[in-house]
C-alpha cells in the first residue's frame, strides 16, 4: 500500500491549491480515503473523508465550505480543492487510508499560505 502527495506551494491569502494523492498496493475503489493536516508543535487534524464510493464526504469544521475532497476511480487518484485559502491552512497536508487493521499515510506535501 501506498499513497503519494502532490500539489502543495506557497498562496497567497484568498487563493486556490488543489491537492492529489496517488494510491497504489491496494484496491482503491473499495476504500474510504482521509485528508489530514499537521503544524509544527501539533497533532495531525482531520480534514476531509470520503466513502468509498464518494457519495458521502465531511469536512472539519475550519475548512466546510472552503475545501473540498474528491475522487477519481479510474486513475486511482484522491484530491482536495482548497480554495479561500487562509494563513492559518498553512501546514503538511497527508493523506490516509486503512487497509485491513493499518493505517498508511504519505510522505505529506507543504502548504504555505502568505503574502
Known amino acids: 500500500v501506498q499513497l503519494v502527495e502532490s500539489g502543495g506551494g506557497l498562496v497567497q491569502p484568498g487563493g486556490s491549491l488543489r491537492l492529489s494523492c496517488a494510491a497504489s498496493?491496494?484496491?482503491?475503489?473499495?476504500?474510504?480515503m482521509n485528508w489530514y493536516r499537521q503544524t509544527p508543535g501539533k497533532e495531525r487534524e482531520l480534514v476531509a473523508t470520503?466513502?468509498?464510493?464518494?457519495?458521502?464526504?465531511n469536512y472539519a469544521d475550519s475548512v466546510k465550505g472552503r475545501f473540498t475532497i474528491s475522487r477519481d476511480g479510474t486513475k486511482r487518484m484522491a484530491y482536495l480543492q482548497m480554495d479561500s485559502l487562509k494563513p492559518e491552512d498553512t501546514a503538511v497536508y497527508y493523506c490516509r487510508v486503512r487497509v485491513g487493521v493499518g493505517y498508511t499515510w504519505g510522505q505529506g506535501t507543504q502548504v504555505t499560505v502568505s503574502s
Open positions: 470520503i466513502t468509498s464510493a464518494g457519495g458521502t464526504t
Open positions: 498496493g491496494f484496491t482503491f475503489v473499495n476504500y474510504g
